[in-house]
């Protein structure tokens, strides 16, 4: 569709983009600009400036997740994932990179950006309409610093918004290299009605769920206010909306009661304190464990605590894949007594992105899953990093795969 739309079909769908970086001569230039050297210093000192702008916004302060961002993306820190990268130097941009950012992860797009920049790419990124004021302090900060000491990188950034259209759609993977899109299964099918040119390349983030790992003896030694908080900063902050969020506890070790008693008493005073759950969320939660009830088999169930709205927890007899069919936000977890790491293979299929350890081995861990050849598990990270930026996601290297060599 995309060559064969001559200039007011163009204009037309263009018109239909609310811009928030950039304009519609710069989306139109985009194809013709050239492709920068991968961790060019001129990138790396933008977000430099970023990292500066967004820390003395006083909006930002509070916003965790900017300040996070912003944090991640000082020069000292891309200088170390520079160096991680050998033979960075014959690496460049593929063209364009075009991302469709999750609805439900307000700073997610500026990640996405970031790692499409230091491969050496422009970038078109589509935002949700739902108004985050995270996204509205990135892009004053962006639009700050293109209209200032780096007007040389206009070109390279355009943010826009606008209404699922499915031409837009295309007419905006014409323009790109390479896509990459995020938010779930349903989202990839319908993007994926847009043809890619056919040198294009995509990186699809489809719905993933994570899992957490528990040893007991080792836990009952540690700081359980502690812990809870690490463990709400995986799960209870995103609302178990991030894939990386634990959805399940597998706990191993000797003292599995005593160590889930406590562990699940600090995480519900903790949600109690913190967390602001809305009627609908204890609704669905509820709804959920009854469709899952439903679904399960005489005593697969083994025990459940539904009587806090804050903190739905269910102890299953056995592990299989479609446990994770009645997934649900907000403080809703299934968990699983083990005597081994085997017996948690049913639930690490491709689906499974992210294991975060507490007193389990992680070399162990990784062992197990080269032996089995699991198909599943991309990260394995302590309790309390889950949500961590990384350059490394659902398995890929994203400055790598959004780069060439030129050999």
Known sequence: MGDTINTDGREALINKLKFLVGNGDILCAMGQIPAMPAFSDTVICFLDALSRRLRQDFRAKEYNDILSYAF????????????????????????????????????????????????????????????????????????????????????????????????????????????????????????????????????????????????????????????????????????????????????????????????????????????????????????????????????????????DSYLYRIEMSVLYPAIMDYKEAGGYFFEYEADSLEEMIPVLGKACQTVALCGVDEETVRTMIKQKGVRGVDRIVPVGKTMELSFRWDGYDMIETMSRIVG
């Open 72 to 307: 991640w993306v000082r020069k000292a820190s891309v200088q170390k994932e520079k160096e991680r990268h050998i033979n960075w130097e014959n690496r460049m941009g593929r063209g364009v990179a075009f991302h469709i950012a999750p609805s439900n992860v307000p700073v997610n797009f500026a990640v996405s950006m970031t790692s499409a920049l230091l491969a050496g790419n422009a970038c078109i990124l589509r935002v949700s309409n739902k108004e985050f004021q995270q996204v509205d302090i990135v892009c004053d900060a962006i639009n700050a610093l293109l209209k200032e000491e780096y007007k040389s990188l206009q070109g390279y950034i355009c943010i826009v918004k606008y209404e699922h259209d499915g031409a837009v759609t295309q007419m905006l993977s014409n323009l790109c290299d390479v896509r990459v899109v995020w938010g779930g299964n349903q989202t990839i099918g319908l993007i994926r009605q847009a043809a890619l040119p056919p040198r294009a390349i995509e990186m699809a983030f489809a719905d993933r769920y994570s899992i957490a790992l528990i040893d007991a003896d080792y836990y009952l030694g540690q700081d359980a206010a502690q812990v809870a908080k690490d463990f709400y900063t995986d799960t209870y902050y995103s609302d178990q909306n991030a894939c990386s969020s634990p959805r399940l506890v597998i706990w191993f070790g000797n003292k599995k009661a005593e160590a889930r008693k406590r562990f699940w008493h600090e995480l519900s005073a903790l949600a109690h304190r913190q967390y602001e759950l809305s009627p609908v969320q204890a609704v669905d939660k509820l709804d959920s464990f009854l469709r899952l009830a439903a679904a399960c088999g005489e005593g697969q169930i083994i025990e459940r605590n539904l009587e």
